[in-house]
């Protein structure tokens, strides 16, 4: 019963990053309207974003090691609390700002504290079908605002939706004071030479680059596709989106497989029919002439990136259980950066050459797992 409190501790903070991940994507154009916004205005606004995240993600992990979870759960939540608060009823773009960077320390927090916390309290045998699992809550949290948003009626704006969501995490935080999280794992001192010292572990880098390219096949995915639909395949703006909301589907039908499927399949095989999956999907949207082919694309590629986070974060749970805060930091805050390395030069290159980029990053993330698979 202990466990099953943690975990459900573990779900709900990540169904909030999966809100606070997509909120922006969600409710930008009502933000823009209410406030005039340009295309650079509202450009700046959403930076503000992941900059927050990756602070939340650097901090996590030697807060956690530390201090245990508790105290660190319950700040990302109140943070979280806050600054949807902020962004929905927000009377001016710099307090709007300030709520979006404030959510994005949360999301961050929130996203590796209960990575690392559902990797402690599962034992090696469930530890990455719990993470799948978890990976299933990000899915439904990201698509649950744009779903609201698109099925209510106009008179319930989005200062209504996205206030009740932060309210719904002051009662999650009302929850968390009753659950007895982990203890700190260095209560009589933090070992600071041991914590440089894992920046240099070829393992943990090994499976922080994995992650790093497979951050950046999600970013290109979840950014580019709409707008390679559009101008490579003429598709109007809201056929492209119609056929993206299918790639978070397809994830979170592959993220609840992968509970029961990593439990008897070995994770290497797991990977490489995910990059397979990957693979096929690029091609569905290199080759696609109509909506069908574009929704298959979606679907595929969203199945095939559901695997590589919960078992690569699985392998470095198991390795690094005496310090998997700081390790998971680290690996996280490394697969930001290949979100945001990859977008840009994706920008800077020209979209026509996306699929192309995500067969790249899938290949990678085979050849690396595959190396540090045989080091664990």
Known sequence: ?????????????????????????????????????????????????????IFGSLVFG????????????????????????????????GIVRGGIFILGISGGMLNGATNALVSDASDDKSKAANLSLLGFFYCVGAISLPLLLASLPESVTYSHIVGSAGAMMVATFVYYLFVEFPKAKFQQGFPIKKVLGMAKEPLLLLFSFVLFFQ????????????????????????????????????????????????KKVDGVKVIIMSMGLIVAGALCTLFATGTAAAIVG??????????????????????????????FSLALVISLFGNTIMNLIIGQVGMQLLPYFQILCAVMIIILFAIGNKKV
Do not use: C
């Open 62 to 93: 030697p807060i956690i090691d530390k201090y245990g979870y508790k105290s660190l759960m319950l700040v990302a939540m109140a943070l979280g609390a806050i600054g949807l608060e902020t962004i929905a009823f927000g009377p001016s773009t």
């Open 298 to 327: 979606a679907v595929l590629l969203g199945m095939g990136l559901a695997a590589t986070f919960p078992i690569a974060l699985g392998k470095v749970g198991e390795k690094y259980k005496e310090m998997s805060g700081t390790a």
């Open 215 to 262: 951050s950046a096949l999600e970013g290109l995915s979840n950014n580019w596709s709409p707008q390679y639909l559009a101008t490579h395949h003429g598709f109007a703006a809201d056929q492209a989106q119609y056929a993206l909301s299918f790639l978070v589907v397809g994830m979170a039908i592959s993220r609840l497989s992968l509970t029961f499927i990593l």
């Open 1 to 53: 019963m202990k466990n099953t409190k943690v975990l459900i501790a573990g779900y709900l903070g990540m169904f909030f990053f999966g809100v606070a991940f997509l909120v922006m994507g969600a409710v930008l154009p009502s933000l823009a309207a209410k406030f005039s916004l340009t295309e650079a205005d509202s450009s700046l606004l959403v930076s503000f974003l992941p900059f927050g995240t």
